[in-house]
């Protein structure tokens, strides 16, 4: 036994017992840091840890701004609605008797698969695929802890049975999901005003991820084409946040005390979007997609011929954007994706056409740019012309015709000839066209707009189809020419006030919620000296007059008795597209042209330009001229007089003080006829005022 007392043996353990000594002072001075450190410098940090169990804060979504017509009525609005918000792996802990509590401190858990199950079987889907995406959803979810820990909306615009099922059901999936009360947007137009307003969608990952600093997040809804996409940095608000008071299950208490209520952080308002007023008028947009409603596809645009506002902007068929807020079956998307009337597009500015007769008011105005050209100089029409061992034919003989006779009666073979002598080469034609907005997007901004083509004899050579008949064909609007139903009524617009060129506008204003002006758009023409010569123009105003007014004129037979209207047909010779081989839809015949008519009215001061195009519909005076008459009639059938009578036409001086104003002058054969009101035809150079029209197909 050793014995403590001995001196040696204590000069041993003093060491160890001052090492044991330090020890401990360490280990309680390490408490107490600890123990000051929670209480002190960070007690504000578990004081807020502590409020959250039983305080809740949610994001609260901003009104989405409204969209109206010019006259204030609603295209897109806002309905209540509810959304699913789901969490994969959510915190919770199990209660003794077996429940589920929601908790801080609970551990992390994904969703089992019986209460996926479960969730599942109380929506109602559309389809299988509808089911299968959202299976993939929840799965994809439970698989990536980073996001599923995230509440991220799961189902939009619950139906009111979804609602009752889900909220029958919330004990057993209440960790994991949450329903909010929400808005989803209403088109009351629906297709009407379709592709003008556009339609919201989910926001793509890819966006998400681009546009971090814009407070997005998953599942949020923004807008997918029209306004909605273009304005969308106006139309979305900002998020506001509300606090509540919650119990162990995280279910808001409407009873809560006040000592809890007070402890709340403060809310923030949400900023609502702001409202967008268009340059649209409903009521002519309807008339003009009721003029459509026998059409199985086409397109009318009606402009303000000295603004560029659009008035009216429709394309047939369409899809009513409310259908895109709830889930679409497949297989009504793939009959929309695989259909040739092709609803998906806008067929005014995103689909561009051969625009036959109705360019060569272009080639007209290339040639008079050229000092050698006599516009009076006359020549003889004898249905086609030859040139390079290939013959080119017209609709019929024409006869004797000069410049003016030739946009009149719509006369290709005057055209073909200006082609042959060069002056309307490729590059004569192509800076002019390009002058005059074709060629090019017209500025308007919204749903992929596409450029359309002017040919240049590098084009043709770059695609292989260069060939000495192709400035023929590109003269009266065939070939590689192609444009817009847009672009075109840029295009007349400029005749029609004088050769500016505009940029289209469809917002007409901006404001905030409460009425305060954000934006205002101001017409921008693009040039600040008119592209056009004023005598070129009057002298292809005339011609334009005559192709509705002169009883050989091309239009003549839809002309209004109320009002003089200036325009163009066209009939646009297509090939038949292989790729719709084997689709038989009544009524849709790919053999038959696309048919045109561009008008502005009233002719001696416009005030509007309509453009209408009708797919596979035949010849332009038939088909596509009785569309823009009734667009036309509608906006300015209100300037008829008192009396009834018609105003004037073109050139017809008014009546001498106390003599009364003299009868129409009715060409033969036209007596009886209800419209022979409209004023009589217009003479040109070297023709006869009575001589009748010239039979054959019009353009």
Not at 475 to 491: D, E, H, S, Y
Request: one cysteine or more.
């Amino acid at each position: 036994m050793i014995d403590l007392r001995q001196q040696d043996d204590l000069r041993e353990l003093r060491p160890r017992f001052s090492g044991m000594v330090l020890a401990v002072f360490v280990v309680f001075s390490a408490l107490m840091l600890r123990l000051c450190q929670l209480q002190v410098l960070e007690g504000d940090h578990y004081a807020r840890r502590a409020e959250r169990n039983f305080v809740d804060v949610v994001d609260v979504e901003a009104p989405r701004g409204h969209i109206f017509d010019i006259k204030g009525r609603s295209l897109a609005s806002n309905r209540p609605a509810y959304t699913l918000h789901f969490t994969a792996w959510a915190r919770f802990t199990v209660a003794p008797d077996g429940g589920i509590i929601p908790t801080e401190e609970g551990v992390r858990t994904p969703i089992d698969e019986a209460s996926r199950d479960l969730l599942v079987s109380l929506f109602d889907f559309v389809d299988d695929a509808d089911r299968a995406e959202m299976l993939a959803k929840l799965e994809e979810l439970r698989a990536d802890e980073q996001r599923g820990r995230y509440a991220q909306i799961l189902r939009r615009n619950l139906s009111w049975n979804e609602y009752a099922r889900i909220e029958a059901r919330q004990d057993s999936l209440d960790p994991w999901i949450e329903i909010r009360e929400s808005s989803r947007r209403f088109y009351p137009e629906g297709e009407l005003t379709g592709f003008v307003t556009g339609h919201m969608g989910n926001i793509a990952r890819e966006a998400l991820e681009r546009s971090d600093h814009l407070s997005y997040r998953p599942g949020d809804r923004v807008g997918q084409t029209g306004i909605e996409r273009q304005w969308e940095n106006y139309l979305r608000g900002r998020l506001g946040s509300r606090s509540r008071v919650v119990d162990a299950a995280r279910r808001e208490v409407t009873a809560a005390s006040a000592e809890a209520v007070a402890a709340l952080p403060p809310d923030r308002d949400p900023i609502p979007g702001q409202d967008i007023y268009l340059t649209l008028d409903l009521d002519l947009q309807r008339v003009a997609r009721e003029s459509l409603e026998s059409k199985l596809a086409g397109a009318v645009v009606a402009l303000e011929a000295d603004t560029g506002r659009v008035l009216a902007m429709v394309s047939v068929p369409g899809i009513d954007p409310n259908r895109y807020e709830q889930p679409i079956p497949v297989e009504q998307w793939r009959d929309w994706s695989g259909s040739p009337l092709k609803p998906f597009i806008d067929k005014t500015v995103q689909e561009h056409f051969f625009p036959g007769s109705t360019y060569k008011v272009v080639s007209a105005l290339v040639a008079l740019a050229d000092p050698e050209f006599d516009p009076d100089a006359q020549f003889e029409c004898t249905g086609s012309l030859v040139f390079g061992g290939r013959r080119f034919k017209d609709t019929h003989v024409h006869g004797r015709v000069d410049l003016e006779r030739a946009i009149v009666e719509s006369c290709n073979t005057y055209f073909f000839n200006l082609a042959v002598q060069s002056t309307l080469s490729l590059e004569h034609v192509a800076p002019i066209a390009r002058a005059l907005g074709l060629g090019e997007r017209s500025g308007l901004g919204i749903n992929g707009e596409v450029k359309g083509t002017i040919p240049t004899e590098e084009f043709e050579a770059r695609e292989g189809t260069y060939q000495g008949g192709v400035r023929l064909n590109s003269a009266i609007g065939q070939g590689n020419v192609k444009v817009t139903v847009m672009q075109l009524a840029v295009l007349y617009a400029a005749i029609a006030n004088g050769g500016f060129v505009l940029t289209p506008y469809l917002v007409d204003r901006i404001e905030t919620n409460d009425g305060k002006l954000v934006l205002s758009t101001q017409p921008q023409p693009r040039n600040e000296k008119p592209a056009i010569n004023a005598v070129d123009r009057a002298r292809i105003h005339r011609g334009l007059v005559g192709v509705v007014n002169d009883a050989a004129g091309t239009a003549y037979s839809e002309r209004l008795p109320n009002v003089v209207v200036a325009g163009k047909t066209g009939t646009a010779q297509v090939g038949r597209d292989i790729s719709e081989a084997g689709i038989e839809i009544e009524g849709w015949d790919t053999t038959q042209d696309h048919a045109w008519f561009a008008a502005y009215a009233p002719a001696e001061s416009p005030r509007i330009v309509v453009v209408a195009v009708v797919e596979h519909g035949g010849t332009g005076a038939d088909a596509a001229a009785p569309i823009v008459m009734k667009v036309i009639d509608h906006y300015v059938g209100s300037t008829t007089s008192a009396s009834g009578v018609a105003p004037r036409a073109p050139g017809v001086p008014p009546p001498l003080p106390g003599r009364e104003e003299a009868p129409p002058v009715v060409a033969p054969g036209e007596r009886g006829n209800a419209r022979d009101s409209s004023g009589p035809p217009l003479p040109g150079p070297g023709r006869s005022k009575n001589r009748p029209a010239t039979p054959g197909r019009p353009h």
